[in-house]
């Protein structure tokens, strides 16, 4: 009873009251932009008071973490739990807070102006962070003013003759030398810095400007946030909204528009549509914040910072796109998907995952297992009710309606690769390491209606059974993994 009411002291003292009197200045209304511009300076006074109420709300929570409740009252018990549920959450929430009111002001260009590359990833042709980056643009930041100042296509970029940076040999060898020629290409890795670097280079190369940052978005993403900002009118008439965008970027702006120019220009008016309404402020700064924090948990949105000091809060706050990392409880895994059908199919691609551990051998290590169940629900007639521009027209061998696919299952360092099933079955597959990552790398091509089930195994290093979790590219549609109860007699040895 003493430490936890010397806990709610010390959070109540170092934490809320000063939370409460910076209440009146700072709030969710500071995020929001007014007349194309973020105020700073509110931001910058707040970081003190909230560095102090996330330190404070912190140590709380070790402080509560801590004690032994073994023998005590199951109503002190259950005071304990829920006092370390709330301080843990609060925790988070704080740290996240005040990391922003130090990064917001320098990456807004408060010291200096900041130009940054923003790739719409096109999930309809998947890449291990989303998909292709059919669409570019360049968004200046100045003292909190942020304009759109550039956009562009890959048409604009040719083929370059040789890697515009030095790959790590691993990228070279999972994904081939056309990860750092190819813009559509830079993110067949799934670790987002060496792609936004890459992304870097390629636009100095073509337009001589070196960006200070480079931010990944989907169209998932953007109809989160156009339930902040409400339906967007664009200059083909239609209307954007949180529940056509999906559907209208990712397959009628193909069945309309024939022409790659076309579906470019019908691209960057969206794109700039949804800007423009979002600099003006014509936005609810509570659901812009809740879209902002749903689109980053589903690695949606993604960002890469020139500066290794912000780089690093960024990464501490997972908007980096980094290999995933686990912890005392939580065994992680990446799943990462490239399209080769090299088409826009993969909005019929339905994919489900499941995971999870079982203690199968003698010397009590968990085996691990993730679960793919694919299938191909593009109509039968594909041929002839898709257009070439989907279907990908019979080219690079893959028959129209087909669907064909990478698969890179990530396990973590020290665990040991089992091998790849699909239906049951054992089959080969590419075993490599990506920065010290256990990679299980697969092709497969399906047919429409055809549908398959993959299983990544991989060995425990230690006899700790954690949780087991999965980062995967993110899809046309939200994915949550589900748990596998995994049956000792379909473990692989």
């Known amino acids: 009873m003493r430490e936890i009411t010397s806990a709610a002291d010390d959070v109540s003292q170092n934490g809320i009251v000063p939370l409460s009197n910076l209440a009146g200045s700072v709030g969710v209304s500071s995020f929001k932009p007014v007349d194309g511009r973020i105020q700073l300076q509110p931001l910058i006074d707040s970081q003190g008071t909230l560095d102090g109420a996330a330190q404070a709300v912190d140590a709380a929570a070790t402080r509560v973490d801590a004690i032994d409740s073994t023998g005590t009252l199951q109503p002190l018990v259950d005071a304990r739990a829920r006092l370390s549920k709330y301080l843990n959450e609060a925790s988070s929430g704080l740290q996240i807070l005040s990391d922003a009111s130090r990064l917001l002001p320098s990456m807004l260009g408060n010291e200096a102006p900041r130009n940054y590359l923003v790739l719409f990833q096109n999930n309809a042709e998947l890449r291990s962070t989303g998909g292709i980056s059919g669409a570019m643009a360049i968004v200046r930041a100045e003292a909190g003013s942020i304009t759109l100042v550039q956009q562009a296509s890959t048409t604009q970029f040719d083929t370059f003759p040789a890697p515009v940076v030095d790959l790590p040999a691993d990228t070279r ?75 209208l970027l990712l397959q009628d702006v193909y069945a309309r528009y024939p022409d790659t120019a076309q579906q470019d220009a019908f691209f960057a008016s969206a794109a700039s549509a949804v800007f423009q309404k979002l600099a003006a402020g014509a936005v609810d700064p509570a659901a812009l914040v809740s879209s902002l924090a749903h689109a980053t948990s589903e690695n949606r949105l993604l960002i890469w910072s020139a500066s290794d000091t912000e780089q690093k809060v960024l990464s501490e706050n997972g908007v980096a796109g980094e290999l995933p990392v686990g912890s005392d409880n939580d065994q992680a895994f990446g799943l990462y998907f490239n399209d080769s059908t090299t088409a826009k199919m993969d909005p019929y691609l339905k994919v489900d995952i499941s995971a999870g551990s079982a203690v199968c051998r003698n010397d009590g290590l968990p085996v691990n297992a993730i679960q793919v169940t694919l299938t191909n629900t ?112 379909d473990a692989l040895q």
């Open 173 to 247: 060898t999972l994904y081939g030398p056309n990860t750092a020629r190819y813009i559509q290409d830079v993110n067949f890795t799934p670790y987002f810095p060496l792609s936004a670097q890459i992304a870097r280079e390629m636009w100095s190369q073509r337009f001589g400007l070196q960006v200070d940052g480079v931010i990944s978005i989907d169209p998932v993403a953007l109809s989160y946030l156009l339930k902040a900002t409400g339906p967007v009118q664009l200059a083909t008439g239609d209307q954007l909204t949180s529940e056509n965008a999906v559907t």
């Open 378 to 489: 593009a109509p039968i007639d594909s041929a002839t009710a898709l257009p070439d521009y989907v279907t990908g027209g019979g080219g690079f061998g893959v028959p129209e309606g087909n669907i064909r696919t990478n698969i890179a299952a990530y396990g973590a360092p020290g665990l040991f690769n089992l091998g790849v099933a699909r239906d049951g079955a054992r089959i080969p597959y590419e075993a490599a390491l990506d920065s010290g990552y256990g990679v299980s790398k697969v092709a497969l091509e399906l047919t429409p209606g055809q549908s398959t089930v993959l299983t990544f195994q991989f060995l425990g290093q230690d006899k700790t059974q954690r949780h087991v979790t999965v980062q995967h590219t993110p899809f046309v549609y939200p994915l949550e993994t589900t748990s596998l109860a995994l049956d000792c007699a």
